[in-house]
């Protein structure tokens, strides 16, 4: 020790400033400062220019003026959505069958998970990469087949899916199932495989395990899980174009475009503010579980 | 409490077998310990007990019944695990009673349980604690407070110090050795540390290769190993083994080390050794302790020589030597004030009534 020591003094004095660390830091920082900048300009214009948008009237809109001013602020846009039978009943079915996708998720992809990822059986292996593999099938190959599953079906059983809102809580899973299953099998991987010996030597069934140990520990990830599932069914457009037509059976995203647009007529103003006020309920749930979310996402990343 | 016994288990994954038939017959009240290298075979046999692991063949009762099919919660054990495994949501107070919740047990047994084995931890302080706000060794007694409450058959323990720093590890080694005598339970421990096996068990089970090498006493063990591998892994620093042979002189027998080394063994050794074949290839087993620094005054049994040292490693109380001899590296322990210098020489004495004669090929000790 004393021997470097006095080699270091004797040795001349180092540029400290050349290639340090904090310098290196410095640097990417403001590299970094920059792009997110740069990103952050990038994805909040669309939405602010909707806000702008939804303020004015229709006369304004079309007026050849300033777009990112308003000279006559109206919030009739917003009076006239939120007191529309039309865009409740698209907001509640949008409600209803996110709450009901998310719900039938979580009850499929967590007690799968947890058998794919603890109960070693034969194949398991296989179908965990199997699961994941079906959510690279993209949605639009598969909405045809579907609409002609459910046409069979209504044929043989007489039970009609196809234009009924619960529709969409059949098709959604196929969706949220796979990637939520897959989440899940990464996290509850991460978990020490001790921590189940140790609930069933204290007598606990794998029900009871999964219940009372792996879900509280593994929240984040199945937080994170649940706004998948949640965002997906809440922004999904194709399928219930598709699937639903009657304006009653209508979700968000598919009533805007269908009540808002009549021939080419575009109600510009109210397309916005229906557009925002659909954007709120995810944001609201991001906000609130941001943590979580992240926290979910890392360790599915390092661990999966 | 319970007897626990093990009758011819064998355990095979795929092609490997990992235990190859072990008969092991543990009494009420005992602490065995399971000791030998990594992959002997030793966590798991423990997790066979456990019910962790299926076996392939043979058969483990606990209390007298056969346990093979029964599942880990119905055979009444309790476990501590290397990484502690506390369920991270649950306090202190909840980790503990936890498998007591499970059988519905009320809530007045369950209070009074948690505190008496917390008091008897001294944990108290931290039973509204989180696992993460606590220090390893605290986790470790949580652990083991999870394992009290439920009042098992058995206590089973895999490798439980080996994540605690080396002077939290002496510590926990009394505090576990302390709920032993409190408690009584029948309990089989699992380490790779011989030193923890000698200070914690009444009797030590030394594995190797998935078989029982010798069953004994911590004493047992140290002065009358049965194999060249138990005697070089029971004591610290290890026996010293040297290539020897018995030879006859003068109507006397004597062990022959090098052309140079050779001496008359005592009395005692000689009659033991009688019928031992001359030309067989042995190795004398001296511990350490054995080989000391020449006193002018010597025991019977007791001979000399001359070497010259490699290296010493003065500990304080004692300094060790090492020396090489025909192609052997050899440790002795000498008091500091005998002159041992790296690359002096220094006369040494050998305590032969204390030595081993072992077959070199078979490893067995004569």
């Given at each position: 020790m004393t021997n470097t020591a006095v080699i270091d003094k004797a040795a001349p004095t180092r540029n400290v400033r050349y290639g340090s660390m904090s310098r290196d830091r410095t640097w990417a920082l403001r590299w970094s400062y920059f792009f997110l900048t740069l990103f952050a300009i990038f994805s909040l214009v669309p939405p602010l220019y909707m806000l702008i948008t939804s303020f004015k009237t229709s006369n304004e809109i079309s007026a050849a003026t300033n777009p990112w001013w308003i000279f006559h602020p109206t919030l009739s846009n917003y009076v006239e959505l939120l007191t529309s039978n039309q865009y409740i009943r698209f907001f509640l079915n949008s409600a209803m069958v996110s709450v009901f996708v998310v719900t039938i998720t979580m009850l499929i992809s967590v007690p799968a998970a947890f058998a794919l990822a603890r109960m070693r059986f034969w194949g398991s292996a296989t179908l965990a990469t199997g699961v994941f593999l079906t959510y690279l099938i993209p949605d639009t190959l598969l909405f045809l087949p579907l609409f002609k599953m459910f046409v069979v079906f209504s044929d043989w059983t007489g039970i009609q899916l196809i234009n009924r809102w619960y529709v969409l809580l059949i098709v959604y899973p196929t969706l949220t199932v796979p990637f939520c299953t897959w989440i899940m099998i990464g996290y509850f991987a991460s978990i020490p495989k001790e921590l189940d010996e140790a609930a069933i030597i204290d007598g606990a069934s794998w029900f009871q395990t999964l219940t009372r140990i792996f879900i509280p520990v593994a929240m984040p990830g199945l937080i994170a899980a649940t706004i998948f599932a949640f965002t997906v069914s809440w922004a999904q457009f194709l399928y219930p174009l598709v699937f639903t037509t009657s304006t009653d059976q209508l979700v968000l995203p598919?009533?805007?475009?269908?009540?808002?647009?009549?021939?080419?007529?575009?109600?510009w103003g109210q397309i916005m503010t229906g557009a925002l006020l659909g954007a709120a309920p995810p944001l609201i749930i991001y906000a609130f579980l941001m943590d979580y979310y992240i926290a979910g996402l890392t360790a599915g990343a390092t661990k999966g | 409490m319970a007897d626990v016994t093990l009758r011819k288990v064998i355990k095979r994954y795929d092609e490997v077998e990992a235990v190859r038939g072990i008969d092991l017959d543990i009494a009420d009240h005992e602490f065995v310990v399971l000791v030998g290298p990594s992959g002997c075979g030793k966590s798991t046999t423990l997790r066979m007990i456990a019910g962790l692991e299926d076996i392939t063949d043979g058969d483990i009762m606990i209390g007298g019944d056969v346990v093979n099919d029964v599942p880990p919660k119905d055979r009444d054990i309790a476990m501590v695990f290397q990484n502690y495994a506390l369920y991270p949501h649950m306090t202190v107070a909840e980790n503990m009673s936890f498998g007591l919740r499970l059988k519905h047990y009320p809530k007045a047994e369950?209070?009074?349980?948690?505190?008496?084995?917390?008091?008897?931890?001294?944990?108290?302080?931290?039973?509204?604690?989180?696992?993460?706000?606590?220090?390893?060794g605290q986790?470790?007694?949580?652990?083991?407070?999870?394992?009290?409450?439920?009042?098992?058959?058995?206590?089973?323990?895999?490798?439980?110090?080996?994540?605690?720093?080396?002077?939290?590890?002496?510590?926990?080694?009394?505090?576990?050795?302390?709920?032993?005598?409190?408690?009584?339970?029948?309990?089989?421990?699992?380490?790779?540390?011989?030193?923890?096996?000698?200070?914690?068990?009444?009797r030590v089970v030394v594995m190797n290769h998935g078989r029982i090498e010798q069953i004994g006493t911590p004493n047992e063990l140290y002065h009358h190993p049965a194999t060249r591998f138990v005697a070089g892994f029971i004591g610290s620093p290890a026996m010293n083994f040297v290539p020897a042979r018995l030879e006859e002189v003068g109507g006397k027998l004597h062990i022959r080390l090098t052309d140079r080394i050779g001496f008359p063994l005592p009395e005692s050794r000689a009659a033991r050794y009688q019928n031992v074949a001359r030309n067989e290839k042995l190795l004398l087993g001296l511990r350490p302790e054995h080989i000391t620094e020449a006193n002018a005054h010597l025991e019977p049994g007791v001979e000399t020589f001359d070497t010259v040292l490699d290296v010493t490693e003065p500990m304080g109380m004692e300094t060790l030597i090492y020396f090489t001899l025909e192609g052997a590296q050899i440790c002795g322990r000498v008091n500091p004030n005998a002159g041992a210098r790296d690359g002096g020489p220094l006369r040494l004495a050998v305590d032969l009534n204390n030595m081993h004669l072992l077959n070199e090929v078979t490893g067995v000790v004569l």
């Open positions: 598919v009533g805007i475009i269908t009540s808002l647009i009549k021939g080419d007529v575009f109600n | 369950i209070t009074s349980r948690v505190t008496e084995a917390a008091r008897m931890l001294d944990i108290t302080d931290l039973i509204d604690r989180k696992p993460k706000q606590l220090s390893g986790r470790q007694r949580v652990a083991m407070g999870r394992a009290i409450v439920r009042n098992p058959k058995v206590f089973l323990f895999d490798e439980p110090l080996s994540n605690l720093d080396a002077k939290l590890r002496v510590q926990m080694r009394i505090e576990i050795k302390k709920v032993h005598q409190k408690v009584r339970t029948t309990t089989v421990y699992v380490t790779h540390d011989q030193v923890e096996a000698m200070t914690l068990a009444d």
